[in-house]
């Protein structure tokens, strides 16, 4: 077995990344996923690469909106009430993370960490191997209510102290701008700088790409567990029985990654976040720049032709049933907005869902586990995974290979 020999655990955005850095860095890499890596969460996104979303998930006021919601079917949040430790460890950690202070924080850490992942994905789309619909034409996001215009003209007001350049804009202004759409709504704030992608080109040419740099993929079984000695992990074990010999792990294993954890004895705190989306072929009339319908946290991003539409956080323990009533709330929403789009409720296969991997403090697991020291973890990107996805690959390169880190990454820090 070759020294620089290097495992990755998950060949979502976070595995496929990290992979591509790590390549870079001469590593002999070899990507285990449990699927064919032809779907999942890193594929069916909203694709926006977005430098505006530098507020974590875990926000003061943020509870009570959370509540408020559990009780409407059709709202954009549910957890699957149940008595589970981890689920209430990490509700109790969420609570605890709501506090201004820390939410001060890891604003700035977050916003350089989303424009340094922009770079890189345009550093991608300069590539001759890559075509995957990388555009900066911005983000929207768009408010019918005062309430929320208050909320979102805050939020600008932060951006533009960050060092963001948000417009904030009337009806007619934005109408301006979607010449092609009509919009029924208050106004909206503009964040120029963001980018967006389409997800499944992207995941496809990457995998394509590593694999002609010579990066293996082990695929079709799932990890089961491990065999360890001292403070190394020596051997992953495949649920057909195989054992892989190891002498680096990356583990990137997404919504799974404290499941997989646990097997050696290593706690984060992570929550499946379900979400919906469906993918309008060609639609005749399409908004051209990607928006977020704030009132009802619905994400509407032009990839090519075609028009994807995407919402819902649903914490239920990787159920994948689509949930009706919710996906009526994301496709009630968009006439509400956009009133030349009335969609048709597709059959419920037709729909896809995803699972973020979810922090309670709304940030990301990247490091070196405590207990291992050959086992480098990089998980729970939440909403943010594809956004941050390169900058996270990099970051993981870096980290194994000692070197000073691009950003800080104490807020990071896994087992935290
Ligand atoms: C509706 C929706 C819209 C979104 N929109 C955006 C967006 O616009 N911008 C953005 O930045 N993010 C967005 N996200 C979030 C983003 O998609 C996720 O954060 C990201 O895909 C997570 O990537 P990952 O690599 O960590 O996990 P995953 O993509 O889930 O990859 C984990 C991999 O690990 C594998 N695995 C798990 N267990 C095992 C095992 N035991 N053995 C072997 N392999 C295993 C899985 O098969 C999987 O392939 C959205 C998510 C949803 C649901």
């Given at each position: 077995m070759k020294n620089n020999q290097i495992h990755i655990i998950g060949g979502g955005i976070i595995g496929l990344c990290s992979a591509w850095y790590l390549r870079q860095e001469g590593f002999d890499v070899t990507i285990i996923d449990k699927t064919d890596l032809s779907d999942g969460c890193s594929h069916g996104n909203a694709g926006m690469i977005v430098p505006s979303h530098f507020v974590p998930l875990a926000v003061p006021g943020v509870i009570s909106k959370g509540i408020r919601w559990m009780f409407n079917p059709k709202s954009p949040f549910y957890i699957k009430p149940r008595l589970n430790a981890d689920l209430m460890q990490w509700l109790w950690r969420f609570y605890q993370s709501c506090t201004l202070e820390k939410a001060e924080k890891s604003m700035p850490i977050l916003l350089n960490f989303n424009q340094w992942s922009l770079a890189l994905y345009e550093e991608f789309s300069k590539n001759k191997a890559f075509d995957f619909g990388f555009e900066k034409k911005g983000l929207l996001m768009l408010?019918?209510?005062?309430?929320?215009?208050?909320?979102?003209?805050?939020?600008?007001?932060?951006?533009?102290?960050?060092?963001?350049?948000?417009?904030?804009?009337?009806?007619?202004?934005?109408?301006?701008?979607?010449?092609?759409?009509?919009?029924?709504?208050?106004?909206?704030?503009?964040?120029?700088?963001?980018?967006?992608?389409?997800?499944n080109l992207f995941i496809k040419q990457l995998i394509e790409a590593l694999k002609k740099q010579g990066v293996s993929f082990l695929l079709g079984n799932a990890v089961t567990g491990f065999q360890t000695d001292k403070n190394k992990i020596t051997a992953i074990e495949l649920s057909n029985g195989q054992q892989v010999k190891t002498k680096k792990i990356v583990l990137a294993s997404g919504s799974w990654s404290a499941k997989i954890l646990k097997q050696l004895g290593v706690k984060i705190l992570l929550q499946d976040g379900k979400g919906y989306s469906i993918t309008l072929k060609n639609p005749r009339i399409k908004p051209s720049i990607p928006t977020i319908l704030?009132?009802?946290?619905?994400?509407?991003?032009?990839?090519?032709?075609?028009?994807?539409?995407?919402?819902?956080?649903?914490?239920?323990?990787?159920?994948?049933?689509?949930?009706?009533?919710?996906?009526?709330?994301?496709?009630?929403?968009?006439?509400?907005?956009?009133?030349?789009?009335?969609?048709?409720?597709?059959?419920?296969?037709?729909?896809?869902?995803?699972?973020?991997?979810?922090t309670p403090d709304g940030l990301p697991h990247i490091g070196k586990a405590k207990k291992y020291?050959?086992?480098?973890?990089?998980?729970?990107?939440?909403?943010?995974?594809?956004?941050?996805?390169?900058?996270?690959?990099?970051?993981?390169?870096?980290?194994?290979?000692?070197?000073?880190?691009?950003?800080s990454t104490d807020l990071f820090t896994p087992e935290r």
């Open positions: 408010y019918k209510d005062k309430k929320a215009a208050a909320e979102e003209k805050e939020v600008a007001e932060k951006a533009h102290e960050l060092g963001l350049n948000p417009q904030i804009l009337s009806q007619s202004a934005v109408q301006a701008l979607e010449k092609n759409i009509d919009l029924d709504i208050l106004g909206g704030i503009y964040y120029q700088e963001d980018g967006h992608l389409y997800p704030t009132e009802a946290k619905v994400a509407v991003t032009p990839m090519g032709n075609d028009l994807r539409i995407g919402g819902t956080l649903e914490i239920s323990q990787l159920s994948p049933k689509i949930n009706a009533a919710r996906l009526a709330g994301i496709l009630e929403s968009m006439p509400k907005y956009y009133p030349q789009l009335k969609i048709k409720t597709p059959p419920l296969k037709e729909v896809w869902h995803g699972f973020r991997p979810c020291n050959n086992l480098t973890i990089a998980t729970g990107h939440a909403m943010m995974g594809m956004s941050l996805g390169a900058a996270t690959g990099k970051l993981v390169s870096e980290i194994i290979t000692d070197q000073k880190t691009t950003i």
